[in-house]
């Protein structure tokens, strides 16, 4: 009698610890589904008038068949500050980060190195408008893409290569 009852409780225990398990796994999965999705930033830009334009980029889906990881929507880069337009669109998940990275034609993971690459912090909301500072000092001259990166998991969601055409405008 002992025998089974001991059997059935750690039977017991082992299914309670590996349903916690996968539980807390799917729960960091749907989170920012069912909690952030619709979260959406009005961040205006203080005395955007004033500001000069240092360059603008554009969010691209480097992956079309990844429904997961993509990202659209503008971005203006100014002197002190790296501003995420009104249309700006990520889909949600852990951990994304705003960086402002040496390589021009980010299309891949492989492509974006974080180590070259500057942090300017986790995005506050998978859509709308959003203010970055940029650290006194940076030498912007540097960076050649404006790139959503998801820390939690190492993977590329979308870049922006900066166009310095538009500088100035």
Known sequence: M????WKGLTLFVAGGIIGLG???????????YIFLADLTA??????????TVV???????????????YGKGRATLFQDLVHLESDFEV??????HV?????????????????????????KAFKGSQNYPIPDGTDLSRYKSI?????AFGVLISPATLDLSDAGR
Do not use: M
């Open 42 to 51: 009005t961040e205006e830009v203080a005395g955007r008038g004033e500001k």
């Open 55 to 69: 360059a603008r980029a554009t969010f691209i889906h480097p992956d079309p068949n990844d429904p997961v990881h």
């Open 2 to 5: 002992w025998r089974s009852f």
């Open 22 to 32: 996968v539980g807390f796994a799917i729960g960091i999965f749907a989170y920012p």
């Open 147 to 151: 790139v959503i990166w998801c820390k």
């Open 99 to 123: 960086y402002l990275s040496p390589r021009a034609d980010v299309k891949r993971s492989a492509d974006f190195d974080e180590a070259r690459s500057l942090d300017l912090g986790q995005i």
């Open 91 to 96: 889909g949600p998940g852990p951990r994304f």
